[in-house]
């Protein structure tokens, strides 16, 4: 390669850019590995690229590996959250460098971005970042998003949302602001186990998000939807995803299955029915009820609306178990779950699978609405993570990753399965039954009724205005 060139380069970053003397050593010895273009040009380019990405760990610049929280006006607060494991880095940029970087998913690139989708969710985050970080540039500044668009990445310049001031007094008011992001702070929301709660207020946004566009599609005659605006006449753009009532469902139902790894398991104290505590505010057990019921059957007779808090919920489920549920990492929750350990049911095949395959637009559709919804799961993480709900609730540590919803192969041997089937509500034992093996054979039959009974509060919470 032309050293003289990269050498020339290399100290205009010196002198300009803060590029230390290892780094340009660095980069002389990958530019002797790499075979020389025939194009002046490309080698040009391919020395510049490798040296901004080499620049990326220069510790004097905007990196965040071993960062000085004063040099970029970080609070001690959001560092010693970073530094604890508690704040993801792609948030932790929003500070140090006025940018977010909305990762890639395998989506239909066709598409418009699935990360479109959380778009008005989070201007509002990129407020609570700021004003969590209560810096003296607070209420300034543009975030630099860097998404896909078509094949390539482009930037969009975004104005933070500052409509609410994180309060670190208090975990309840900073958890109703959460539920208010998300279109979920009602009573219905509220009375689930908490462990549901972050997926049903994930899948409310990707709801309304879809009927605000005029993207979600239901039967006439289905009564489960006929309060919501049906788009199923619509024409729809190219560019767009229709949501299809169908693929809401499994999306629900596939997140119940998921959630047999940890919270469901067949051997978990959460769904035990019966348990030596007997004090009145423990939870009730399910009981089955219509989808047009009003009550839901995880309230606790003995709270009132009114004490609905987040605390409450979690002492009342997590008395089950005595102890803080060990459900933030894969080999804790193997451990807990005993001689059930794994995700407790198991797909028979994927027969389903290969028909919707076999239905290339529908296949596509159902790919990107999926892509739509782990991405509503992921920023739904974030602003857990900057509201300090997954450090000041020792139960929420289990959502800084959201892995315990996503079951990707449950999905998509549902969707097909689901839009044949005809009153997927009343029959919903009967599709899990029909679609899952139990880890062990015996005695499933009421364990599926009770996931089945899940499903049902949760799409009734989903659903309800």
Same mark, same amino acid.
């Given at each position: 390669m032309d050293s003289y060139s990269l050498s020339r380069l290399t100290r205009s970053y010196i002198n300009h850019e803060g590029i230390t003397l290892r780094q340009t050593s660095i980069i002389e010895r990958i530019c002797e590995k790499i075979p020389q273009e025939f194009d002046p040009k490309l080698n040009r380019d391919f020395r510049e690229i490798l040296i901004k990405s080499v620049q990326q760990y220069n510790n004097t610049n905007n990196n965040i590996n071993g960062i000085n929280g004063r040099d970029f006006e970080i609070s001690?607060?959001?560092?010693?959250? =970073?530094?604890?494991?508690?704040?993801?880095?792609?948030?932790?940029?929003?500070?140090?460098?006025?940018?977010?970087?909305?990762?890639?998913? =395998?989506?239909?690139?066709?598409?418009?971005?699935?990360?479109?989708?959380?778009?008005?969710?989070?201007?509002?985050?990129?407020?609570?970042?700021?004003?969590?970080?209560?810096?003296?540039?607070?209420?300034?500044?543009?975030?630099?998003?860097?998404?896909?668009?078509?094949?390539?990445?482009?930037?969009?310049?975004?104005?933070?949302?500052?409509?609410?001031?994180?309060?670190?007094?208090?975990?309840?008011?900073?958890?109703?602001?959460?539920?208010?992001?998300?279109?979920?702070?009602?009573?219905?929301?509220?009375?689930?186990?908490?462990?549901?709660?972050?997926?049903?207020?994930?899948?409310?946004?990707?709801?309304?998000?879809?009927?605000?566009?005029?993207?979600?599609?239901?039967?006439?005659?289905?009564?489960?939807?006929?309060?919501?605006?049906?788009?199923?006449?619509?024409?729809?753009?190219?560019?767009?995803?229709?949501?299809?009532?169908?693929?809401?469902?499994?999306?629900?139902?596939?997140?119940?299955?998921?959630?047999? =790894?940890?919270?469901?398991?067949?051997?978990?104290?959460?769904?035990?029915?019966?348990?030596?505590?007997?004090?009145?505010?423990? &939870?009730?057990?399910?009981?089955?009820?219509?989808?047009?019921?009003?009550?839901?059957?995880?309230?606790?007779?003995? &709270?009132?609306?009114?004490?609905?808090?987040?605390?409450?919920?979690?002492?009342?489920?997590?008395?089950?178990?005595?102890?803080?549920?060990?459900?933030?990492?894969i080999y804790t929750a193997m451990t807990f779950n005993g001689n059930e350990s794994g995700r407790y049911l198991i797909l028979k095949n994927n027969r389903h699978l290969e028909a919707l395959q076999n239905r290339s637009s529908s296949f596509k559709n159902a790919i990107h609405i999926y892509a739509e919804f782990k991405n509503t799961l992921i920023v739904n993480s974030y602003i857990l993570q900057v509201l300090k709900l997954t450090e000041n609730l020792t139960s929420f540590s289990s959502f800084y990753s959201m892995y315990c919803y996503i079951w990707e192969g449950a999905y998509y041997n549902m969707v097909d399965l689901f839009r044949r089937s005809t009153n997927n509500r009343a029959k919903i034992t009967s599709i899990f039954k029909y679609l899952f093996n139990g880890r062990n054979m015996e005695n499933t039959d009421n364990y599926m009724r009770k996931l089945g009974q899940i499903y049902k509060e949760m799409l009734k919470a989903i659903v309800s205005q």
């Open positions: 001690n607060d959001i560092l010693n959250s =970073f530094n604890s494991g508690n704040y993801f880095h792609r948030i932790l940029n929003v500070i140090v460098k006025n940018q977010f970087e909305c990762s890639y998913y =395998f989506e239909d690139y066709s598409k418009e971005s699935s990360w479109n989708i959380t778009s008005n969710i989070r201007k509002s985050m990129y407020g609570l970042i700021k004003s969590r970080n209560n810096s003296i540039n607070n209420n300034k500044g543009i975030i630099e998003e860097y998404s896909r668009n078509g094949v390539n990445i482009s930037f969009n310049e975004v104005r933070p949302t500052f409509d609410y001031t994180y309060d670190d007094s208090s975990v309840e008011r900073n958890y109703k602001q959460y539920l208010k992001i998300f279109d979920s702070n009602i009573e219905i929301v509220k009375k689930l186990p908490y462990y549901l709660i972050p997926v049903v207020a994930s899948l409310r946004y990707l709801l309304k998000d879809k009927i605000e566009k005029k993207l979600f599609a239901y039967a006439e005659d289905d009564e489960t939807y006929r309060h919501l605006p049906n788009a199923s006449n619509y024409p729809v753009s190219y560019s767009q995803s229709k949501l299809n009532y169908y693929e809401l469902e499994a999306l629900i139902a596939s997140s119940i299955a998921a959630l047999t =790894f940890t919270y469901l398991n067949k051997s978990s104290p959460y769904l035990k029915d019966n348990h030596e505590d007997t004090q009145e505010y423990l &939870i009730n057990s399910l009981s089955h009820l219509s989808l047009n019921s009003t009550s839901t059957s995880f309230s606790s007779t003995s &709270i009132s609306s009114s004490n609905l808090t987040i605390e409450n919920n979690i002492q009342i489920n997590d008395q089950k178990i005595h102890q803080t549920p060990p459900f933030n990492n």
